[in-house]
């Protein structure tokens, strides 16, 4: 069936440095990524996304790039903060448009002052 | 604000009751899903309805039904709860146009 796995499961970085998180899909069909963030006690909120007819996408501090050939997908946050810690989802749209979403597992990212 | 709303936010109950958690929204969105949440699984879809005729299958459906009600409301029911369904749940709603998920504040389920 259609999977998504997510990497690492935890991440610690110190405040100003960069942290990626890394997707793979396994529906090849699938033509849209987004990138949920979800602070402690909150409910995830949509920070990034990206389509299949884009290779990278960037917003301030973060983005993201799709390999569609190797069905992968990263997200990528430089110059880190505080309030970046939270829980980081990835998902991948599955089957093709029909947008029911299909999550990884999540990445805890803590930012150290 | 247009919002997704589910209620009760907190349930406590025992083994073998029915539950029933619920979502309403006022986005105007025709595509409603429910999730559950737990620590180091993600967010796994239980069902998920593209409008008030369609249900389907997520994930996740054993144990769990589903009730599309009008187009602002889906409704979640564990007929007869057992202690792994304990987790949370939330509802979302998704924009036709860009695709864009919309969660609410979600329901935590403890089932004894």
């Known amino acids: 069936g259609e999977n998504v796995e997510q990497h690492p499961s935890t991440l610690s970085v110190q405040e100003g440095d960069s942290a990626v998180i890394k997707c793979t899909y396994s529906d090849s069909a699938s033509n849209y990524f987004p990138w949920y963030k979800q602070e402690l006690g909150k409910r995830p909120q949509l920070i990034i996304d990206i389509r299949s007819n884009v290779g990278e996408k960037k917003d301030q501090r973060i983005a993201v790039t799709l390999n569609k050939t190797a069905k992968h997908f990263s997200l990528h946050i430089t110059e880190t903060q505080p309030e970046d810690s939270a829980v980081y989802f990835c998902a991948a749209s599955s089957p093709s448009g029909t947008y029911k979403y299909i999550f990884g597992t999540g990445t805890r990212l803590k930012v150290l002052a | 604000d247009a919002d997704v709303t589910q209620t009760p936010r907190n349930r406590i109950t025992k083994t073998g009751k029915r539950i029933m958690l619920e979502c309403s929204q006022t986005?105007?969105?025709?595509?409603m899903y429910w999730y559950r949440q737990d620590p180091g699984l993600g967010l796994r879809l239980i069902y998920y309805s593209f409008d008030v005729k369609d249900i389907n299958k997520g994930e996740i459906s054993d144990g769990y039904s589903v009730s599309r009600q009008a187009q602002a409301k889906f409704s979640l029911s564990l007929e007869s709860a057992i202690p792994n369904q304990t987790a949370l749940y939330f509802c979302?709603?998704?924009?036709?146009?860009?695709?864009?998920?919309?969660f609410g504040e979600g329901s935590r389920l403890t089932v004894l």
């Open positions: 979302a709603t998704s924009d036709f146009v860009t695709g864009e998920l919309f």
């Open positions: 986005k105007g969105h025709d595509r």
